[in-house]
């Protein structure tokens, strides 16, 4: 059965630190790695990841996937109370075409 | 473009009823997936319909069924309803397969008494 675990499950933070949350998958056929961020309801992109030890990276955010070990970081530097979120971890498993997610990371910036 | 939509927001029922939700997706995508994502977990994937068939299905029992319709709208019914089955229904639309460009609805809030 695929799995995806993240890890802390809750993290708690100042406004200005960073962050790194873990995510680790074992799946069979894996084709990609995505991580979104859920604020109230709908869950947004943040990346996707196939190819290992290449950065993606949008502002503040940044991600990577070690397709060897299986698993992939997302760092959030300089946090920000907006940064506020569950942030989730999905796979998608090549022919299946549907995502396994992860139990996500509730992290809470304090200003 | 009003992105993905999704009816009721809420939904209050007691166990055994029977219930509907539906997802409008994005404009431009031809499928839909469904998502329950219980109070402290994961989205789990249900079902994902793409022209009018189910193409995939995830751990769910046969309670749990679909309907696309020539719009590419979607609904999701369920059966006999559980007290477990009360969480957040997600919709999520794309274009065939490409998942990094699924766009998430709001969501219906379930809550089974």
Redo the contacts between chains.
Sequence with gaps: EDK?V?SPLSLVVHEGDTVTLNCSYEVTNFR?L?W?KQE??????LF?LTSSGIEKKSGRLSSILDKKELFSILNITATQTGDSAVY?C?V?VGG?????????TRLTIIP | DAG?TQSPTHLIKTRGQQVTLRCSPKSGHDTV?W?QQAL??????IF?YYEEEE??R?NFPDRFSGHQFPNYSSELNVNALLLGDSA?Y?CASSFG?R?????????TRLTVL
Excluded: D, H, I
Excluded at chain 2, 40 to 45: R, T
Excluded at chain 2, 99 to 107: C, D, H, K
């Design positions: 995806v993240q990609s995505l979104y109230k309801k709908a869950p947004t992109f996707m989730l999905a998608e299946n075409e549907k995502l396994t997610f992860g139990t996500g | 993905v997936s998502y402290g977990q994961g989205p789990q994937f994902q193409r995939q995830g957040l997600l397969t998942l990094n460009e699924q766009f998430f609805g709001p969501g």
